[in-house]
């Protein structure tokens, strides 16, 4: 069987009401939410001016981020946005050849190691 998923956009682009709404959906469907985060430094500026913190950490402070939550590339995460995906329960997933395509950079995967949180 084919799991299904729901899809979202950035974090930036995406209304608090409507994130609250797919992951409420996706819990209740038992589906996963697949959202890009940190893929490139300009969306780590953007996060951090237009913001005030990362989007890993406005994904937290909207309660976004949980069990049922993965996150591509999150190749600009810092060590606080780490933590914060590990104590979520949300997982990461990594697409080397995109990421080197488009110079953005690889993901921290020995920090992730020891934060414990899967990274596929």
């Keep these: 069987m084919v799991p299904y998923w729901l899809r979202t956009g950035r974090p930036s682009v995406v209304h608090n009401t409507a994130s609250a709404e797919i992951r409420r959906t996706a819990e209740e469907l038992g589906l996963s939410v ?3 985060s940190l893929e490139s430094v300009l969306q780590k500026i953007h996060g951090l001016t237009a913001l005030s913190r990362t989007h890993i950490a406005f994904m937290r402070d909207i309660g976004f981020l949980g069990p049922e939550i993965v996150l591509a590339h999150s190749v600009w995460a810092t060590e606080n946005d780490i933590q914060i995906i590990a104590e979520s329960g949300a997982g990461v ?4 050849s995109s990421n080197l395509r488009l110079r953005s950079a690889l993901p921290r995967f020995f920090t992730c190691f020891r934060r414990e949180f899967e990274l596929d």
Aim: charged letters at 0%; aromatic letters at 0%.
């Design 34 to 36: 697949h959202i890009h």
């Design 93 to 96: 997933t990594h697409q080397p």
